[in-house]
């Protein structure tokens, strides 16, 4: 690799797949906790981060996502923040380690500040005890004395709410929004529960809510969390003004990333891999992964699909540079057809979707695909 490209991969994905216990709607790629597993996991995660290291890599953020990173212990945690440390860009950087209520420590707090950690994201997910009940996450922990702890620490918070639980009703939701913002914290991650085959819920035969109720509680939660300061930056996405994920800014901007651990994805230009989801084959030292040259019209999806989820678009220019034809000339008709509908706005400089327009996001991106 050379060097022009290594300045150009500014965020590192780490994925730690494995968690206490399991929730009945996730697919991510995880496994119950096993402390054999974990600490063979964790020396190979290490042999990658040196690997970076060795190659000079310096990230501008850093994300350590899962799974359930806090269901390391503080030795295995350690082990990996000693090294991801090196790999920090010292004059700038984010860097967010995902967490789970349940396995959250003043220990792991005290750690990660000193490693330079400086975001934590926090899957809460509902204060409703029922409903905690049904998505098997411990109902007895007190989130405000919790996130008054982490505060201690960590400034830089984010949420993980889910709303369209079976049973919620808008009455809960509301009650969660007015706890979520009581928290105090700076970004809230909002989403719709989806049912995904490979879930607990799937197998149960758990329905996602219906359309209109999704819409509903969508709008729902777009008011309240404006109206109480935050600004929904992407489609599912709050925060205030300055607490913009950093490193979730990199996806949404199709820009390149490398992802290690199990199941991790990453994008090199023109490459865009997956790394196998086998436990086994990982803590083997096997790096097996599928991978698929980018053609550039597939490219233009990928950019299209990811830049119009946020609130501010992309720069035509930016779009040019990338693909060497201007957007605003080859889409002009369907530019026209929502822009008449205040779908779309596109001015001298940039192209962005309005509020109803990210909400109609899908039909305009299939006619913006169909094209090319
Ligand atoms: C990478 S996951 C896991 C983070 C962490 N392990 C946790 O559970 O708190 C990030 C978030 O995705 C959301 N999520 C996961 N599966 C989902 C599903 N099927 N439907 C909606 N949201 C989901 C949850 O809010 C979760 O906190
Ligand atoms: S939602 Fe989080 S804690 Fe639950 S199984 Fe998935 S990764 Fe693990």
């Known amino acids: 690799m050379n060097t022009i490209k290594k300045i150009k991969i500014n965020s590192l994905y780490i994925h730690i797949p494995f968690c206490d216990s399991i929730c009945p709607y996730c697919d991510f790629t995880k496994f119950i906790s096993k402390d054999f597993f974990k600490s063979k996991y964790v020396k190979q995660i290490s042999r990658d981060l040196i690997c970076l290291y060795k190659k000079g890599y310096k990230f501008k953020t850093i994300y350590i996502g899962g799974g ?23 004059n700038s950087y984010e860097f967010t380690i995902e967490a789970n209520p349940e396995s959250l420590s003043e220990d792991k707090l005290k750690l990660f500040k000193s490693a330079g950690v400086n975001r934590i994201s926090i899957g809460i997910q509902t204060f409703n005890e029922d409903l905690l009940k049904t998505i098997n996450r411990d109902f007895n922990i007190n989130y405000f004395e919790l996130i008054n702890l982490v505060k201690r620490y960590i400034k830089n918070i984010n949420v993980d709410l889910i709303y369209g639980l079976p049973g919620e009703t808008k009455q809960d ?28 819920f799937y197998v149960k035969k758990v329905k996602e809510v219906d359309e209109d109720i999704s819409r509903d509680y969508y709008d729902t939660i777009l008011k309240f969390l404006r109206e109480h300061g935050f600004e929904r930056y992407e489609v599912s996405n709050f925060s205030k003004p300055g607490f913009e994920s950093k490193h979730n800014l990199t996806y949404w901007k199709d820009n390149e990333y490398i992802g290690i651990g199990c199941g991790a994805g990453g994008y090199l230009y023109p490459k865009r891999y997956k790394l196998s989801s086998s436990l086994t084959d990982y803590i083997r030292g096997k790096r097996k992964f599928d991978s698929e040259i980018v053609h550039k019209n597939d490219n233009i999806d990928y950019f299209l699909i990811c830049n119009l989820r946020l609130k501010d678009g992309f720069y035509l220019d930016e779009f040019y540079k990338r693909f060497g034809f201007k957007f605003e000339e080859k889409y002009k008709k369907i530019i026209n057809k929502y822009i008449s509908s205040s779908f779309l706005v596109v001015n001298q400089y940039k192209v962005y979707c309005t509020d109803e327009g990210l909400i109609k996001l899908d039909l305009l991106l299939r006619d913006l695909i169909k094209e090319n």
């Open 68 to 90: 359930t990173p806090t269901c390391l212990s503080l030795k295995d945690l350690r082990k990996i923040l000693k090294l991801t440390k090196l790999l920090l860009n010292k």
């Open 173 to 200: 939701l509301i009650y969660d929004l007015n706890s979520f913002t009581k928290l105090d914290i700076n970004h809230i991650s909002t989403y719709s529960l989806s049912i995904n085959p490979m879930s607990l």
